[in-house]
C-alpha cells in the first residue's frame, strides 16, 4: 500500500468512519455531514445492508447520527424529512460511535478530548463526558448494555465505562494503535484490531487480560462477529483480504481476498447467511458466503465507502 494513501487511511480513524444499526437506529460517523446510505436489499428476507460514503447521498432509515470531526458535533438526522433535527455538541474531533441495546443512549469518542460523551437520545443532549485514554477511536457496547468498551489509539489501552455511573472503571491491555474493539456476543471476550502490529489482541474481560495475539497480516482495521459468535471476520487493508478467525482456537481459519491492493477492505457486518465489505478503495460492496468464504457479489456504491451496516431482520435466523 502506498504511504500516502495508508497515512490517510489513518486519519479518517480520527474523522470517524464507523456505523452502527440496532433496533431502527442508525449510528454513523463520517468526516462531514454528507453521509450517504445506500441499501441493497436482500432476496431470502428483503432486509437491507446500509453503507455510508463519504462524500454523497441521503440517509435512509428512521434517525442517524453523524458524527462531523471538523466541528465537534453530532448531527441527528430524520429519514422521514431527510432534514436535521438536531444538533448536539460533544467533544473535540468525534469519530467512533456505539449504541446502547435499548437505544436510548449513544456513546461518542472523541479523539481530540480523551473523552467519551453519552448522549440521551430522547433529549439528544449531552447527559455525561467521560475521560478515557488518549486519542479514543472506537467503542463497543456489550449485547446486555452494561459494559462500554472505548480503544484508545494513541495509548494503545481500552478504558472500561461502567454506564450505570458513567466512569472508566477499568483500563486494559490493547496493543500498539488500536483502531477497533468488538465485544462478543456472550460479552466473555473483547477483540481489538492493531493496525500498526498487524494483529488481533483477544482479551478476556473477567480477568482482563490478553489471552491470544493473533496475526493477520498488513493492517488489519475491523473485526465483525457473526451472531452465533463461533467466528470472527476481519478486514485487512494491505493485501485487500478478509480472514476469518475462530473464536474457540483464535486461529486464522481461511481468508479470500476481495481485491487488489488498494481496494481497502474498511468495515464489516456479518450476518448468517453473509459477510458485507465497505471496500474504502474501489467505491464497492463485497458480499461474501460465509461458509465457502467465497465472494459472491461485488456492487457497486457511492464514493470512498466506510461504514456498513445490517438491518436488524438479517439477524433473525441466528
Same mark, same amino acid.
Given at each position: 500500500m502506498? =504511504?500516502q494513501?495508508?497515512?490517510?487511511?489513518?486519519?479518517a480513524?480520527?474523522?470517524?468512519?464507523g456505523?452502527?444499526?440496532?433496533s431502527?437506529?442508525l449510528?454513523?460517523?463520517?468526516t462531514?455531514?454528507?453521509?450517504?446510505?445506500?441499501?441493497?436489499?436482500? !432476496? *431470502?428476507?428483503?432486509?437491507h445492508? @446500509? +453503507?455510508?460514503?463519504?462524500?454523497?447521498?441521503?440517509?435512509?432509515?428512521?434517525?442517524?447520527?453523524?458524527? /462531523?470531526?471538523?466541528?465537534?458535533?453530532?448531527?441527528?438526522?430524520?429519514t422521514?424529512?431527510?432534514?436535521?433535527v438536531?444538533?448536539?455538541?460533544?467533544?473535540?474531533?468525534?469519530?467512533?460511535?456505539?449504541? #446502547?441495546?435499548?437505544?436510548?443512549?449513544?456513546?461518542?469518542?472523541?479523539g481530540?478530548?480523551?473523552s467519551?460523551?453519552?448522549? /440521551?437520545t430522547?433529549?439528544?443532549r449531552v447527559t !455525561?463526558?467521560?475521560?478515557?485514554?488518549?486519542?479514543?477511536?472506537?467503542? /463497543?457496547? #456489550?449485547?446486555?448494555?452494561?459494559?462500554? @468498551?472505548?480503544?484508545?489509539?494513541?495509548?494503545?489501552n481500552?478504558?472500561?465505562?461502567?454506564?450505570?455511573?458513567? *466512569?472508566?472503571?477499568?483500563?486494559?491491555?490493547?496493543?500498539? =494503535?488500536?483502531v477497533?474493539v468488538?465485544?462478543?456476543? %456472550?460479552?466473555?471476550?473483547?477483540?481489538?484490531?492493531?493496525?500498526v *502490529?498487524?494483529?488481533?489482541?483477544?482479551?478476556?474481560?473477567?480477568?482482563?487480560?490478553?489471552?491470544?495475539?493473533?496475526?493477520v497480516g498488513?493492517?488489519?482495521?475491523?473485526?465483525?462477529i457473526?451472531? =452465533?459468535?463461533?467466528t470472527? @471476520?476481519?478486514a485487512?487493508?494491505?493485501?485487500?483480504n +478478509?480472514?476469518?478467525?475462530?473464536?474457540?482456537?483464535?486461529r486464522?481459519?481461511?481468508?479470500?481476498?476481495?481485491?487488489?491492493?488498494?481496494?481497502?477492505?474498511? %468495515?464489516?457486518?456479518?450476518?448468517? $447467511?453473509?459477510? @458485507?465489505?465497505?471496500?474504502?478503495?474501489a /467505491?464497492?460492496?463485497?458480499?461474501?458466503?460465509?461458509?465457502?468464504?467465497?465472494v459472491? !457479489?461485488?456492487?457497486?456504491?457511492?464514493?470512498?465507502?466506510?461504514g456498513?451496516a445490517? $438491518?436488524?431482520?438479517?439477524?433473525?435466523s441466528?
Amino acid at each position: 500500500m502506498h =504511504h500516502q494513501h495508508r497515512k490517510a487511511l489513518r486519519s479518517a480513524l480520527g474523522a470517524g468512519a464507523g456505523l452502527l444499526l440496532t433496533s431502527g437506529l442508525l449510528a454513523a460517523c463520517a468526516t462531514g455531514p454528507a453521509v450517504g446510505l445506500a441499501g441493497a436489499t436482500t !432476496a *431470502r428476507t428483503g432486509g437491507h445492508v @446500509y +453503507v455510508t460514503n463519504q462524500l454523497d447521498g441521503t440517509p435512509d432509515r428512521r434517525h442517524v447520527y453523524v458524527a /462531523d470531526n471538523g466541528s465537534g458535533e453530532v448531527s441527528v438526522l430524520s429519514t422521514r424529512t431527510d432534514k436535521i433535527v438536531a444538533i448536539v455538541h460533544v467533544g473535540m474531533r468525534p469519530s467512533g460511535v456505539g449504541l #446502547s441495546p435499548d437505544g436510548r443512549h449513544l456513546y461518542v469518542a472523541n479523539g481530540g478530548s480523551n473523552s467519551v460523551s453519552v448522549i /440521551d437520545t430522547r433529549t439528544n443532549r449531552v447527559t !455525561a463526558t467521560v475521560p478515557v485514554g488518549t486519542s479514543p477511536v472506537s467503542i /463497543d457496547v #456489550s449485547r446486555d448494555g452494561t459494559v462500554v @468498551y472505548v480503544a484508545n489509539a494513541g495509548s494503545g489501552n481500552l478504558s472500561v465505562i461502567d454506564p450505570r455511573i458513567n *466512569r472508566a472503571v477499568r483500563t486494559l491491555p490493547a496493543g500498539p =494503535h488500536p483502531v477497533d474493539v468488538t465485544v462478543s456476543p %456472550n460479552g466473555r471476550t473483547v477483540y481489538v484490531t492493531n493496525e500498526v *502490529r498487524a494483529t488481533v489482541t483477544v482479551i478476556t474481560t473477567r480477568t482482563g487480560t490478553i489471552t491470544a495475539t493473533v496475526p493477520v497480516g498488513e493492517g488489519p482495521f475491523d473485526l465483525a462477529i457473526e451472531p =452465533h459468535g463461533r467466528t470472527a @471476520y476481519i478486514a485487512v487493508l494491505g493485501p485487500g483480504n +478478509v480472514s476469518a478467525m475462530s473464536t474457540q482456537t483464535h486461529r486464522i481459519s481461511g481468508t479470500v481476498n476481495v481485491g487488489p491492493p488498494g481496494t481497502d477492505p474498511f %468495515n464489516i457486518a456479518a450476518t448468517p $447467511d453473509a459477510v @458485507y465489505v465497505s471496500d474504502q478503495g474501489a /467505491d464497492t460492496l463485497t458480499v461474501i458466503a460465509p461458509q465457502a468464504l467465497k465472494v459472491v !457479489a461485488t456492487v457497486k456504491v457511492g464514493h470512498s465507502p466506510y461504514g456498513v451496516a445490517v $438491518d436488524p431482520q438479517l439477524m433473525m435466523s441466528a
